[in-house]
């Protein structure tokens, strides 16, 4: 089974918008972490946002968040007020504890920021 | 700041010919590791490595082999080259906890080539 699914292959939203892309996840350890990384075209992977499976709140960082909810093994990046800059593919990746620390990631999702 | 290096960012090879990724580090990480990434998968782990001197095999290993003789230093070769390992390499680095933002730094990539 896959670890982390993202089914969004595709987005579009417009400038000054909300958007959230959506992530599910599959583990039987308690203890995980939930990451968001942004890959621009230039091709660098660039760190955005962490949630702890302890963590009691949702993850801020700016303009982003991330919608956790443990039960349903969802963790949702929300990018509010969405710039052109945004436009990018986004990974969720997750780590489980004792597994060297392996990320396992998403298929992504390509973000488009429509003016 | 230099972070996370790889050498060579592009690279053609012919099939059948062999060559060596290199990605070092600055960061005094203890985890290291190799993915590639195609179009629709994500990222997906090769090898990775929890220390000086050990390696050990991801979810895609098979045509690649791994060294880390030095703590900084993770290579990643290709014996006899094959079209279908035409892909984008991302070396990547971690300190060793399992709690907290323990997220990766990234190479910036390597696109390489097989023709």
């Known amino acids: 089974a896959q670890k982390i699914t993202q089914t969004q292959p595709g987005m579009f939203v417009q400038e000054k918008e909300a958007v959230t892309l959506d992530c599910t996840y599959d583990?039987?350890?308690?203890?995980?972490?939930l990451f968001w990384y942004k890959q621009p075209s230039s091709g660098e992977m660039i760190f955005l946002i962490y949630?702890?499976?302890?963590?009691?709140q949702n993850a801020t960082e700016g303009r982003y968040s991330l919608n956790f909810q443990k039960a349903r093994k969802s963790a949702n990046l929300v990018i509010s007020a969405s710039q052109l800059g945004d436009s990018a593919m986004y990974f969720c990746?997750?780590?489980?504890?004792?597994?060297?620390?392996?990320?396992?990631f998403g298929t992504g999702t390509s973000l488009t920021v429509i003016p | 700041n230099a972070g996370v290096t790889q050498t060579p960012k592009f690279r053609v090879l012919k099939t059948g010919q062999s060559m060596t990724l290199l990605c070092a580090q600055d960061?005094?990480?203890?985890?290291m590791y190799w993915y590639r990434q195609d179009p629709g998968m994500g990222l997906r782990l090769i090898h990775y490595?929890?220390?000086?001197?050990?390696?050990a095999k991801g979810e895609v290993p098979d045509g690649y082999n791994v060294s880390r003789l030095k703590k900084q230093n993770f290579l990643l070769g290709l014996e006899s080259a094959a079209p279908s390992q035409t892909s984008v390499y991302f070396c990547?680095?971690?300190?060793?906890?399992?709690?907290?933002?323990?997220?990766?730094?990234f190479g910036s990539g390597t696109r390489l080539t097989v023709v």
């Open positions: 990547a680095s971690s300190y060793s906890g399992t709690g907290g933002n323990y997220g990766y730094t």
């Open positions: 583990t039987s350890d308690p203890s995980y972490g």
């Open positions: 949630q702890g499976s302890y963590d009691q």
């Open positions: 990746a997750m780590r489980e504890r004792g597994t060297g620390n392996q990320f396992y």
């Open positions: 960061m005094n990480h203890e985890y």
């Open positions: 490595s929890v220390g000086e001197g050990t390696t």
